[in-house]
């Protein structure tokens, strides 16, 4: 079975087909870096470096890109109100995003451009944009693109501009043609004589949002990508610029396939920093381990919300404890994946089909099930080996196991209370199974003649 891919452009599954047989070009919209990042975040570059960790394994050389906007309105007011330098607060936001991704495993992209070192790629196209009659000069100085003179705007979306108006708030104002005319290009104002520009053919200013990813992904990629990724909330109006810029200027379509990924909500509302209702990587790395969080966004295919709580990562925890307790009765042994094994050809086939991570951990769970009652290290190894495809499971199992110890003393003694009832009614089973399970939580059970004592196993 050949990889397909869920195309949003034709809302249908694709087979994927790159455009140079064994190379994937891939462009993902990465981070404004104006705060630390949150969950949100965190569920998009996971999901996208199971795209990339996936094609790498089928055989593919990935050219992987994730920008970095360091250049923004909410960038410029978060600086001043800091009280410190642009660049000081973008390079602090850079080594923090650095920081919570390597935590959550997520491997860094082949590029990470940041935006203002592609000013002169973003004015060389907005230049041809010009000339092609798709950008004009307004008479506040901005530069702007006309979408009512590319045929093909609203083709992400599925919708006419007609539509894409419809509940539209936003005057024609500053010149516009029309309220939804994006800025390429933003006029430096005489009243703030501090503000950042660079000098241009349309005067002092700095480029518009959605001409940034347009400039980077055409430099680091070519004028056709295979794959282009983001949010879902980047399909309108990003995205869709981004084609209209990129498709007008180069005459050639931006990208074969795109991919967006669901939100992470709570209470069924989208995880945002203007809604007030998100949580910070860093934070949620202090009560829960990195491991777990990644689990807990892999149980979810990519395409869909997915609900937070800590009663869904403390379930996602345990989920992967039992994983790791079959890797922790068997030492694994060192295999490379043999795809005509069972196992391995429905992790295949669950992945081949649109990354379908729910599917594939269901297969690592029937397999770390076969591991306990076979005690195959063989077996175990290849639990492990395609737990690796999606980066679980590569820690040492007695040491996440005893990470994951949470008993108090009264627990630990409810528990020795439970076994030795358990022992007394002559049910070694269940007596050598709570001993078990206390080990496996780092507490070791020592029987005397005066009683059982426990330790915290070293």
């Known amino acids: 079975m050949s990889l397909r891919i869920y195309n949003t452009l034709s809302r249908e599954l694709e087979e994927f087909s790159p455009l140079q047989p064994g190379k994937v070009r891939m462009y993902v919209c990465g981070m404004t870096v104006y705060d630390y990042c949150h969950l949100g ?11 990339q960790r996936w094609l790498k394994a089928s055989g593919f050389e990935v050219n992987y890109v994730r920008n970095i906007t360091d250049i923004d309105d909410k960038i410029i007011r978060r600086a ?8 000081a607060l973008t390079d602090r936001m850079i080594d923090a995003l650095h920081e919570d991704a390597d935590a959550l495993g997520i491997e860094r992209p082949t590029h990470e451009p940041r935006a ?8 060389s196209m907005i230049g041809t944009l010009e000339k092609k009659g798709l950008a004009y000069r307004a008479e506040n100085g901005d530069v702007n693109y006309a979408i009512r003179k590319f045929p093909g705007y609203g083709k992400l979306s599925g919708k006419s501009i007609d539509e894409l108006h419809a509940g539209e708030r936003v005057a024609v104002l500053d010149g516009k043609d029309d309220p939804l005319d994006p800025v390429l290009w933003k006029s430096a104002k005489a009243s ?34 295979d794959i282009h990724g983001g949010g879902e909330d980047l399909q309108f109006p990003h995205h869709e610029n981004e084609i209209a810029q990129s498709e007008g200027a180069n005459g050639k379509p931006l990208s074969n396939y795109w991919m967006h990924n669901g939100f992470i909500v709570t209470d069924n509302e989208k995880m945002s920093k203007s809604l007030g ?13 990195a491991e777990t969080i990644r689990f807990f966004v892999l149980r979810a295919h990519y395409r869909r919300p997915l609900n937070y709580s800590d009663v869904h990562l403390d379930d996602a925890r345990n989920s992967l404890k039992r994983l790791y307790t079959a890797l922790d009765l ?26 379908a991570t729910p599917e594939a951990v269901a297969v690592l ?19 492990k080996a395609l737990g690796g495809c999606v980066q679980i499971l590569q ?4 040491s996440f196991l005893r990470a994951g110890a949470t008993l108090d003393d009264a627990a630990i003694q409810a528990q020795i209370d439970a076994r030795a009832a358990a022992k007394a009614a002559k049910n070694f089973a269940e007596a050598d199974r709570l001993r078990q399970a206390l080990l496996d939580q780092g507490i070791v059970l020592k029987d005397s003649p005066a009683g059982t004592t426990w330790t915290v196993a070293k």
Request: with cysteine; hydrophobic share 45%.
């Open 330 to 355: 068997v030492a694994p042994a060192e295999v490379k994946i043999d795809w005509t094994d069972p196992y391995a050809a429905r992790f295949k086939a669950a992945m081949d089909e649109d990354f």
């Open 395 to 398: 820690s040492d199992p007695k």
């Open 116 to 123: 203002t070192d592609y000013i002169p790629q973003m004015l």
């Open 80 to 87: 001043v109100e800091n009280g410190e330098s642009i660049r």
């Open 41 to 51: 975040h965190a569920r998009s570059m996971i999901a996208f470096d199971v795209v």
């Open 192 to 225: 703030e004589p501090e503000e950042v520009k660079w000098a241009s053919e349309f005067g002092a200013g700095r480029p518009g949002w959605h001409i940034e990813c347009s400039a980077m992904a055409c430099a680091l990629l070519g004028e056709t990508l």
């Open 365 to 383: 769970f029937d397999l770390a099930g076969e591991v306990n009652r076979t005690q195959s290290a063989t077996q175990a190894g290849l639990l």
């Open 277 to 289: 209702n998100f949580f910070l990587i860093r934070d949620v790395l202090k009560k829960y381990d």
